[in-house]
């Protein structure tokens, strides 16, 4: 099977998460007229959101397949990004300092390929 057929099999196996990152994503759209209080209810609603597709990876991980296929999601890379991702919106709705942070990055690439297959390791 090619590469691209098994990362598509994959997103077949969780299209609740995708539907959940599409929802979060429409969600997080400024606030318009309604000042502070209204983008910080939206903030808390993506984090509620970001909660709930947080669970849908990890029950994703918990039914995905065992066996060893060259390419397969990353579910342990996606649920560490959610949780920088959320951990920055508490750092926002619930500031412990005034000081500026330094801004963790995101892996964004939730490709795994198995290093016994390839001669080299993935970066």
């Known amino acids: 099977m090619t590469p691209l057929g098994n990362l598509t099999s994959a997103w077949r196996r969780v299209p609740a998460l995708a539907l959940a990152l599409t929802i979060a994503l429409a ?5 318009s007229a ?3 209080a209204a983008e910080h209810e939206q903030l808390a609603a993506l984090a509620r959101q970001l909660d709930l597709i947080d669970r849908l990876a990890e029950h994703a991980a918990g039914t995905a397949p065992q066996e060893r296929a060259r390419y397969h999601f990353d579910y342990a ?5 959610l949780k920088r991702v959320r951990a920055g919106l508490q750092d926002y709705l619930v500031p412990q300092r005034a000081q500026l942070r330094d801004p963790v990055p995101l892996a964004g690439d939730y490709v795994r390929r198995d290093r016994a297959d390839d001669e080299e390791p993935s970066p």
Request: charged share 25%; glycine share 24%; proline share 8%.
């Open 27 to 31: 969600g997080a759209s400024p606030a």
């Open 34 to 36: 309604g000042g502070v």
């Open 77 to 81: 890379r996606l649920r560490a990004d």
